[in-house]
């Protein structure tokens, strides 16, 4: 007699939910400066207790002002921006302590990621982006079929357009061009955003995949 039973894969699946915030021209150093909600959704494909492979899509929203800030540069200035985003990334993540799933002993682990993504910033320019994720996160195995972590990440944009200022396109014909360039931007100082949050997480069953131990 042959039964068929369900067989724990190596992907999980379920979704995100945190915030965004934006550094550069107009944000130099404040943590979660005008921090907006975010959302998505995450797979994971594990290789091993160490390594897996992460993917996702993420939704959220980057703004800034210079009238928050009392820089004297970023008062005559006197720019602001916001635009929606989303990204779309692929991550290795390397786990420091043995992690797997429904261990009594090994159910929990800090962790670090890399990778690399496309961002979308529908209000910017340019408005297709190449950045490069990485971050820290804590996950944690509820069982065998369930994970709980949180992560916080930068993403490195290889592009000074999110906030619309270039410090290229706004330099005017003036005596004092150089003083007015430090009022605009620079050019060769890319953007950042930080993506943080929790993520929940379920691993998928395959359904009629013969198992032999049942086999009589």
Request: one cysteine or more; proline letters at 3%; a positive charge.
């Amino acid at each position: 007699m042959v039964e068929v039973a369900l067989a724990q894969t190596k992907a999980l699946f379920g979704v995100f939910g945190g915030g965004t915030y934006y550094q550069g021209e107009l944000n130099w150093s404040r943590l979660f400066y005008q921090t907006h909600f975010a959302y998505g959704a995450q797979m994971r494909y594990v290789l091993n207790t160490r390594y897996a492979l992460k993917g996702g899509v993420f939704f959220g929203w980057l703004s800034a002002s210079d009238k928050d800030f009392s820089n004297s540069f970023q008062q005559v200035r006197n720019r602001s921006f916001e635009t929606p985003i989303a990204e779309i990334s692929g991550q290795i993540e390397f786990n420091f302590l043995t992690y797997k799933y429904g261990d009594k002993k090994h159910y929990y682990t800090p962790y670090i990621f890399v990778g690399s993504g496309l961002l979308i910033a529908s209000w910017s320019h340019p408005v297709y982006n190449y950045g490069l994720p990485f971050g820290v996160g804590y996950k944690v195995s509820l069982g065998k079929r369930w994970e709980v972590g949180f992560e916080y990440g930068y993403r490195k944009v290889f592009s000074d357009g999110l906030d619309n200022i270039t410090g290229v396109e706004d330099i005017p014909d003036h005596p004092q061009s150089f003083y007015l360039y430090k009022q605009f931007g620079f050019y060769n100082n890319k953007d950042w955003y930080s993506l943080f949050g929790v993520h929940l997480l379920m691993r998928i069953y395959a359904k009629g995949i013969r198992c032999y131990i049942y086999e009589q």
